[in-house]
């Protein structure tokens, strides 16, 4: 199984990034997607997930009403379109997937994870 992550970048607060995580080795459509971030010194922590189908969506509290979690599930990918980006967004962006997860905030429910992808917001 691979999850290439890719679509990180330097950008300035307010602009927005498009993060793409392109999925291989698995069944796609039957796996939750999730983002998760983690900053210097800091935890990874939960960013956004998405159901098998794409209906039902999750995110943080910090980033609601600017990034939005979709996939496409004929292309084995998941996005995040981020806006309005603010300099406590930088942080190195993973996707994982989960087939079953009793809640999509825990990184030890996720069973595989890409490499990351470094998003970098200059203020």
């Known amino acids: 199984v691979q999850l290439q992550a890719s679509g990180g970048g330097l950008v300035q607060a307010g602009g927005s990034l498009r993060l793409s995580c392109a999925a291989s080795?698995?069944?796609?459509?039957?796996?939750?997607m999730g983002w998760f971030r983690q900053a210097p010194g800091k935890e990874r922590e939960f960013v956004a997930a998405?159901?098998?189908?794409?209906?039902?969506?999750y995110y943080a509290n910090s980033v609601k009403g600017r990034f939005t979690i979709s996939r496409d599930n004929a292309k084995n990918t998941v996005y995040l379109q981020m806006s309005n980006l603010r300099p406590e967004d930088t942080a190195v962006y993973y996707c994982?997937?989960?087939?079953?997860?009793?809640?999509?905030?825990?990184?030890?429910?996720?069973?595989?994870w890409g490499q990351g992808t470094l998003v970098t917001v200059s203020s």
């Open positions: 080795g698995l069944t796609f459509s039957v796996y939750v």
């Open positions: 998405i159901a098998w189908g794409g209906s039902s969506t």
């Open positions: 994982a997937a989960a087939q079953r997860l009793a809640t999509v905030v825990a990184t030890n429910e996720y069973e595989y």
